[in-house]
Nanobody
Framework: QVQLVESGGGLVQAGGSLRLSCTASGDIFSINYMGWYRQAPGKQRELVASITRGTTNYADSVKGRFTISTISRDNAKNTVYLQMNSLKPEDTAVYYC?????????WGQGTQVTVSS
């Protein structure tokens, strides 16, 4: 089992910045993929950014504004960050951290990001 806990969401004005954190714990040995997704009201959940063995991938809508990174402190915990700059009202959504292991998807509880205009 893998547990994911997100933090760092909040309310920010357009043009501002936030950094989201997600700590993975439990059976995280050999996890290679971690991603950030978001879901706005009335919309489907979408991939924002992911990192796989150091290779990053971004949605076109956030390229140049968001940065994903990871820190592995030991085999017990792994943290993935999403630095979000130049935020826009359309970035408003619940942001979820996700990972996969042995074909099973794991999700965090989500953290709300609200960008006011």
């Amino acid at each position: 089992q893998v547990q994911l806990v997100e933090s760092g969401g909040g309310l920010v004005q357009a043009g501002g910045s936030l950094r989201l954190s997600c700590t993975a714990s439990g059976d995280i040995f050999s996890i290679n993929y971690m991603g950030w997704y978001r879901q706005a009201p009335g919309k489907q959940r979408e991939l924002v950014a992911s990192i796989t063995r150091g290779t990053t991938n971004y949605a076109d809508s956030v390229k140049g504004r968001f940065t994903i990174s990871t820190i592995s402190r030991d085999n017990a915990k792994n943290t993935v960050y999403l630095q979000m700059n130049s935020l826009k009202p359309e970035d408003t959504a619940v942001y979820y951290c996700s990972t996969k292991k042995w074909g099973v998807d794991y999700w965090g509880q989500g953290t709300q990001v609200t960008v006011s205009s």
